[in-house]
């Protein structure tokens, strides 16, 4: 069963826009992963934050998770048209172990 | 570079017929891969799970002999879809975990292949 849950569900902003997605999870986790998919396409990894970890930030990305909350979100600055794609986040319960996937965030970068 | 390689990207076939999906690790051994199907706009839901050398670890509400994989060497693992029908129609997609590459418990995964069931 899927254990993520995003929103929103779809998100359209302007080029140089900042988009900042969520996604909320039920049971402890060891890791959490942010993926992203173009339509069509197979899944790209995006960043990996570790339960005692609270911020990590990856060139135009910056992601936070907040285990008391059993929450996370992804921002992405400055965003480009190139950034359009689907977003997802995937929780893992121990290192190296399956993910379960959110139910994605579709994003939309407008030029 | 890419990594998994998953083969053919887009099949159509009958209904009634099989057909064979292949992933591959190039240059890595993947001990372990993952199946997903995913349906149009929606999320990834895991099939299973193939062990090389062992049998796979289904999900629960997946049927095995439904969808038949092997993991025969470690670096090919293969999913069938037996007597295809339209509901299977669906995006199929693979992954490994390479334990010598990226971050602990990040996956690789292939592009994909579409099965459109006629």
């Known amino acids: 069963s899927q254990q993520g849950e995003e929103d929103p569900q779809a998100l359209s902003i302007q080029e140089g826009e900042n988009a900042t997605m969520n996604c909320s999870y039920k049971?402890?986790?060891?890791?959490l992963q942010w993926y992203r998919q173009n339509s069509g396409r197979g899944l790209v990894h995006l960043i990996l934050?570790?339960?005692?970890?609270r911020e990590k930030h990856s060139g135009r990305l910056r992601v936070t998770l907040d285990t008391s909350k059993k929450s996370s979100s992804l921002l992405i600055t400055a965003s480009r048209a190139a950034d359009t794609a689907s977003y997802f986040c995937?929780?893992?319960?121990?290192?190296?172990?399956?993910?379960?996937f959110g139910e994605g965030t579709q994003l939309t970068v407008n030029p | 570079g890419a990594v998994v390689s998953q083969h053919p990207s887009r099949v159509i076939c009958k209904s009634g017929t099989s057909v064979k999906i292949e992933c591959r690790s190039l240059?890595?051994?993947?001990?372990?891969m993952f199946w997903y199907r995913q349906f149009p706009k929606q999320s990834l839901m895991l099939m299973a799970t193939?062990?090389?050398?062992?049998?796979?670890?289904?999900e629960q509400g997946v049927e095995k002999d439904k969808f038949l994989i092997n993991h025969a060497s470690l670096t090919l693992s293969t999913l069938t879809v037996t007597s295809a029908h339209p509901e299977d129609s669906s995006f199929y997609i693979c992954?490994?975990?390479?334990?010598?590459?990226?971050?602990?418990?990040?996956?690789?995964f292939g592009e994909g292949s579409r099965l459109t069931v006629l």
């Open positions: 193939s062990n090389e050398g062992s049998k796979a670890t289904y």
């Open positions: 049971t402890s986790i060891n890791n």
């Open positions: 995937a929780t893992s319960r121990t290192s190296g172990s399956r993910l379960t």
């Open positions: 934050i570790r339960s005692n970890e």
């Open positions: 240059d890595f051994q993947a001990t372990t």
């Open positions: 992954s490994a975990i390479f334990p010598d590459r990226g971050e602990v418990g990040e996956l690789f």
